[in-house]
């Protein structure tokens, strides 16, 4: 088979490649797990079993997105040209691009329900998502929030070290904060693939415990295998790292044995494991790949009184 020559005919070469594969692959494996291993979570586990009607809709704007050669090479210039002053979360935001997606507003209705959480009862509540990127997740799960109970009013906070995402934020009416030392019982929380990028996970989840209301939820994204990368330090290393078999034992365990050990930590600090799922944490894609995927455990939790 001959190779196209030129560094844009071979990208566009592999692209074509790269896509059969995600056309013919089996997106169901993103939400299934193996039901015969033997641990105490099983009750609480929400199976999606395949993507539904918006996160196929996603899937074919990223597809649709892809197509743009010269809007990508544009990015690819541009971050090169970036990176010697910006990080790459705030390239990405400056250049409007690597959305990302987790669950459709349906699905995270399903999830806020089985983990007991329900906005009818409320006329106003709080809505905090710490480390909210650019928005886009968050407005799904508000969507979630709005459609189950439309005439609900929301107080939404963020939190976001990106200042180019900070900018974003502020664009979809969020307060952004500085920090959380002004908050207090905060009826929902958010807190989605933030806890392997930040410098002390267990402080932060400590604070999230003490600024969640006695009844309110927190919903917790983070990816497996669990691996640590900080961006906003030399070392790139937290200064506690959330599960303790990290570096050493790093991805010497299967899914649901991770997901068993983050559970304890979380237990640990004083919450209680409501419903959890497994999902497919979704980025949108570029001249090699319509889009990519890492797996996510996604936790609905309440605190012990």
């Excluded at 303790?244 to 034992?249: D, I, L, S, V």
Aim: charged share 20%; net charge neutral; with cysteine.
């Amino acid at each position: 088979m001959n190779i196209p020559r030129g560094t844009l005919a071979r990208a566009i070469y592999a692209k074509f490649h790269n896509d059969y594969y995600l056309d013919k692959y089996d997106t169901r494996l993103w939400y299934s797990i193996n039901k015969e291993h033997q641990f105490s979570y099983h009750s609480t586990f929400v199976h999606l079993v395949e993507p539904d009607g918006n996160t196929l809709k996603w899937l074919e704007k990223a597809k649709d997105s892809s197509t743009n050669i010269w809007m990508h090479l544009w990015h690819a210039f541009a971050r090169i040209a970036l990176q010697f002053f910006m990080t790459q979360t705030d390239i990405n935001g400056f250049l409007k691009r690597g959305s990302m997606f987790i669950l459709s507003e349906q699905q995270f209705a399903i999830m806020l329900s089985r983990g007991g959480f329900d906005s009818l009862q409320y006329q106003r509540l709080s809505f905090l998502d710490i480390g909210a990127g650019d928005g886009e997740i968050s407005a799904i799960l508000l969507k979630a929030l709005r459609n189950i109970n439309p005439e609900v009013i929301v107080d939404a906070f963020a939190t976001e070290a990106s200042w180019t995402m900070r900018e974003r934020l502020k664009k979809r009416n969020f307060h952004v904060l500085e920090n959380l030392d002004h908050l207090q019982n905060v009826h929902l929380i958010s807190c989605l693939n933030v806890l392997d990028r930040c410098i002390d996970p267990i402080q932060l989840l400590e604070d999230i415990y003490r600024i969640l209301s006695p009844s309110g939820r927190v919903i917790i994204a983070l990816v497996l295998p669990y691996m640590h990368y900080v961006e906003c330090n030399s070392s790139h290393q937290p200064l506690r790292p959330l599960m303790n078999h990290w570096p050493e034992k790093a991805k010497n365990y299967s899914f649901e044995s991770e997901a068993a050990i983050f559970f304890k930590v979380l237990e640990n600090l004083g919450f209680k494991i409501e419903a959890w799922t497994k999902a497919p944490y979704l980025c949108e894609g570029d001249l090699r790949q319509s889009y990519y995927w890492l797996i996510d455990l996604v936790v609905i939790a309440s605190k012990v009184l």
